[in-house]
């Protein structure tokens, strides 16, 4: 059995200096994974001390000496285990990230009344509003976003809609200047673009999910990527359970699509 007692000093997001003292024993990192898998579908790789980091940074500021300790506490605790996903996840996202499939989409399904998307994962918000801007600039006014993320930190800063000029880098400046106020370099969304998009904190595998409506669209992009193929199947059949009638698409990132995912989408057509 490895242990492995980390004393050393690790620098947090918030550039806090953080002192730890937590046992890292090889043979608790497996169930760990395994556990944060099965809720959350994201797969981490035991090799990533990055990934390690920022569980060990999650034990020491909940006063927890070890990962066994932290599998015990995330099954009685959920909002410990959102915490541990948020921490363990990528949010990266921008405005109009592959704007091509958003735009084919929404041409695709522009005649549907009452359009309904499904932006799954959203993350902090760009990919809903992208699809908001985009369609009212084909002059689609009947539609509604809705956006869901399994973190509920990620899904505050959607609700926040700010954004840094990192997020808004893919906007046309005419665009920006029509929907967002700009402060200090910090992009705020209008207000009238609100009434179309609604956020919230859903993760995939929870049957929450059936509540939160049926859709025209669905898009889900850069999440399958975390997934193994037996998930990604899962993650799918729950998607197409979401699709309002025959005629709903589902679209995934270009990176998201496995071999095992596209033979199992090509059976079922
Ligand atoms: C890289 S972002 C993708 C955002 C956006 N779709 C895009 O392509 O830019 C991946 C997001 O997936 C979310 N996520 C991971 N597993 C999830 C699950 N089981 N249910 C819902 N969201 C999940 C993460 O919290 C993260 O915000």
Same mark, same amino acid.
């Given at each position: 059995m490895l242990r492995f007692l980390f004393k050393n000093k690790l620098e !947090? !997001? *918030?550039?806090?200096?953080?002192?730890? *003292?937590?046992?890292?024993?090889?043979? +608790?990192?497996?169930p760990l994974y395994a556990y944060i898998e099965q809720y959350s579908g994201i797969a981490l790789q035991k090799s990533k001390v990055l990934v390690q980091n920022h569980i060990i940074i999650?034990?020491?500021? @909940? @006063?927890?000496?070890?990962? #066994?300790?932290?599998?015990?506490?995330?099954?009685?605790?959920?909002?410990? &285990?959102?915490?541990?996903?948020?921490?363990?996840?990528?949010? +990266?996202?921008?405005? &109009?990230?592959?704007? #091509?499939?958003? +735009?084919?989409? %929404? !041409?695709?399904?522009?005649?549907s009344p009452a359009l309904s998307i499904l932006s799954a994962p959203c993350s902090s918000g760009e990919e809903a &509003? *992208?699809?908001?801007?985009?369609? %009212? +600039?084909?002059?689609?006014?009947?539609?509604?976003?809705?956006?869901?993320?399994?973190s509920g930190s990620i899904i505050q800063k959607a609700k926040n809609s700010s954004y840094t000029k990192r997020s808004i880098k893919f906007l046309p400046k005419a665009l920006l200047e029509k929907y967002f106020t700009n402060s200090n370099d910090t992009y705020i969304v209008k207000k009238e673009l609100y009434k179309y998009v609604t956020f919230l904190q859903c993760n995939l595998f929870d049957d929450k999910? =059936?509540?939160? #409506?049926?859709?025209?669209?669905?898009?889900?992009? @850069?999440?399958?990527? =975390? &997934? @193994?193929?037996?998930?990604?199947?899962?993650? =799918?059949?729950r998607l197409e359970s979401l699709k309002k009638n025959l005629d709903a698409s589902i679209y995934l990132g270009h990176a998201d699509i496995s071999s095992k995912l596209s033979q199992y989408i090509r059976n079922r057509n």
């Open positions: !947090t !997001t *918030s550039n806090q200096p953080v002192s730890k *003292s937590i046992i890292v024993d090889t043979h +608790e990192i497996e999650l034990c020491e500021r @909940n @006063n927890i000496s070890s990962f #066994g300790e932290l599998l015990r506490k995330i099954k009685q605790d959920e909002i410990l &285990f959102k915490t541990l996903v948020d921490s363990v996840t990528i949010h +990266e996202t921008y405005f &109009f990230r592959e704007k #091509g499939q958003l +735009e084919e989409a %929404l !041409t695709q399904h522009k005649n &509003f *992208s699809i908001a801007i985009l369609a %009212l +600039e084909m002059g689609i006014t009947n539609f509604q976003v809705v956006g869901i993320d399994i999910i =059936y509540q939160i #409506g049926m859709f025209d669209i669905i898009f889900s992009r @850069n999440m399958f990527i =975390y &997934f @193994n193929d037996e998930k990604k199947i899962q993650a =799918y059949k």
